[in-house]
């Protein structure tokens, strides 16, 4: 078994690294569900039934584990929002602004991307991610999100077409909101 978690490891870490940091723009965060997504994998190595390539398991593992951070990050901020909420305004915090330390600092034209995708929804954002960086087939795609290939489509289309408006209007020094 670690033989088999050892291949997978050296053929799948870079591309799968770049999926989840993409999605959560922060190395740490990275880090730490990639090591999640490996433990995952370990667990279900022996019952992997071989329906769809690995590379598209061990993608839709580390999709849902993507997920499941989100939603508990969402739940963390509500519980700290309703603990301050002395006067009981029922009011909960919207910052949907990165922390500092979630800023990735590259070239322009790829933080204008990043947010750029912000923008996008979370599937539109995992459509374009899996096709344009992590270079996977529609089949592929559909395959990790659970889609159809026509939902694959139309998701990606409709991303692109986000992407074109914002990047456009942030060339242009503009807000497209």
């Known amino acids: ?5 050892d291949e997978l490891y050296d053929r799948y870490h870079q591309d799968l690294y770049q999926f989840i940091f993409y999605m959560v723009k922060n190395k740490e965060t990275a880090e730490d ?4 997504v490996y433990l995952k994998i370990l667990k279900s190595l022996g019952t992997f039934k071989g329906d769809s390539s ?3 398991w061990i993608f839709a593992i580390a999709r849902h584990t993507t997920i499941d951070y989100f939603r508990s990050q969402k739940r963390k901020r509500n519980r700290i929002s309703e603990f301050f909420d002395w006067y009981g305004q029922g009011h909960l915090l919207e910052d949907e602004e990165p922390l500092p330390d979630e800023l990735v600092v590259l070239n322009d034209e790829m933080q204008a991307i990043y947010r750029c995708l912000d923008k996008c929804t979370i599937d539109q954002r995992s459509v374009l991610l899996l096709r344009y960086i992590n270079q996977f ?9 659970g889609f159809s290939i026509s939902k694959v489509r139309t998701t990606q289309h409709r991303g692109l077409n ?16």
Do not use: P
């Open 33 to 36: 569900l990639i090591q999640e």
């Open 162 to 177: 986000v992407l074109r408006k914002y990047l456009t209007e942030d060339q242009k020094g503009g807000d497209a909101s």
């Open 137 to 145: 087939s529609i089949q592929d795609t559909a395959d990790i999100l």
């Open 1 to 5: 078994m670690k033989v088999v978690f």
């Open 54 to 56: 690995e590379k598209t």
